[in-house]
């Protein structure tokens, strides 16, 4: 099975062509991302209005190009997946309508895919997984852990109930003056800082359900900043290196309970479980380092695909649909709506699950 696939639901033009093999693995043919950063970087963030209309000029060629280093015409691809949420609408709907118009004209299944979905199952194309296991998504636009059981089964044990992480590190680095995007900034700044120099909160921290919130940690770098005037390279570097290590340790305590719910949630699980890693955020080294030291305190793997599928990419939402099609569960119709908003497991459906 071929299919290509479509990704707009945020600041990255993607298409790609991905081939599922009888076995079950995948290979990815043609993969081709844009990503719209210098045109929202003067503004410190993504404008929506401006992603949507990148999408519209960038689409159709970033297709072609896919379609063209796969070596097939659109008649060879079996089905066209487009991602339809969660995420800015304008976007949404350029690459959903893409998706529909080309499934019509060449008269293909049009599979329309969760953009959480695609990040949730990129682990069994890059590394086989099998079902269950916990994924950590840490993205500008989301914080979540799911416990992932089966295609289209997918529970989430915890999200945000403030700013995503990403966010939290975008926001923290324009109060330092640092550059958008602010992750990479931060991480390169903390190198070089003294992480016990400011005692920042690790909000949730403690509590049972598997949340996070992480609009305090950034009030509380703001008045640090403010209590420093004026603030000197060497305080940019201790506060960015004071707010990363209390990121590190609030992951490692929440997740870390993420980890024993697992235990706990299947006590004959044989082998070791697996916690994967997807978002933006997963590209920061200080923060793998701990997750990979939590796990193997915990007897879990660490899994960590390549940075270029831990973002926004089209070769997820390409294996999603592949994924969808393996497991039989049926196309979308051609009136199939792009949500803005659309949790994961909103009416989701055990098809392939645990122990199969
Ligand atoms: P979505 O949330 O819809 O998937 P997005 O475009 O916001 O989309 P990504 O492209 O996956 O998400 O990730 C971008 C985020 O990752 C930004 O917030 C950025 O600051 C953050 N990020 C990138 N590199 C690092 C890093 N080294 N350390 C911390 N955060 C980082
Ligand atoms: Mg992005
Ligand atoms: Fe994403």
Redesign the pocket.
């Known amino acids: 099975l071929r299919i290509l696939g479509i990704e707009t639901?945020?600041?990255?033009t993607a298409a790609a062509v991905v081939l599922r093999h009888p076995d079950g693995r995948g290979e990815i043919l043609g993969d081709v991302v844009l990503?719209q950063l210098d045109e929202h970087s003067p503004y410190g963030g993504?404008v929506p209005e401006i992603a949507a209309r990148a999408h519209v000029d960038a689409l159709d060629g970033l297709i072609r190009e896919a379609l063209a280093r796969a070596d097939l015409p659109l008649s060879g691809v079996d089905a066209i997946a487009a991602t339809s949420g969660?995420?800015l609408i304008g976007g949404l709907i350029v690459g959903l309508m893409t998706g529909k118009a080309m499934a019509r004209a060449a008269g293909k299944p049009l599979y329309a895919v969760n953009?959480l979905e695609g990040?949730a199952l990129t682990a069994r194309l890059t590394d086989g997984l099998t079902f269950p296991y916990l994924m950590l998504?840490?993205?500008?636009?989301?914080t979540q852990l799911v416990l992932v059981r089966g295609v289209g089964d997918y529970v989430r044990w915890g999200t945000t109930i403030d700013d995503?992480?990403?966010?939290a590190?975008?926001k923290t680095?324009k109060l330092l003056g640092l550059p958008?995007?602010?992750?990479?900034?931060?991480?390169a700044a903390a190198l070089s800082g003294d992480p016990k120099r400011f005692a920042f909160p690790r909000p949730m921290v403690g509590e049972t359900r598997l949340d996070f919130s992480f609009s305090g940690l950034k009030t509380a770098v703001r008045q640090a900043a403010e209590g420093l005037q004026p603030v000197s390279e060497q305080d940019v570097s201790d506060i960015a290196a004071s707010f990363q290590r209390a990121v590190s340790r609030t992951l490692e305590e929440r997740i870390g309970r993420g980890l024993q719910r697992f235990r706990d949630e299947f006590p004959a699980f044989e082998g070791r479980p697996a916690l994967v890693v997807?978002?933006?955020?997963?590209?920061?080294?200080a923060?793998r380092q701990t997750l990979l030291d939590l796990c193997a305190k915990n007897g879990f793997d660490f899994v960590a695909p390549p940075i270029r599928l831990?973002?926004?990419n089209a070769v997820m939402i390409a294996w999603a649909g592949l994924e969808r099609m393996a497991a039989g569960l049926p196309a979308d119709p051609l009136d199939v709506q792009p949500r803005s908003r659309w949790p994961l497991d909103a009416g989701a459906q055990a098809l392939v699950g645990y122990g199969k």
């Open positions: 639901s945020c600041d990255e990503s993504v969660p995420g953009h990040h998504l840490v993205s500008g636009g989301h995503a992480l990403g966010e590190f975008d680095a958008y995007p602010g992750g990479p900034a931060v991480e997807a978002g933006g955020v997963a590209a920061n080294k923060l831990c973002t926004d």
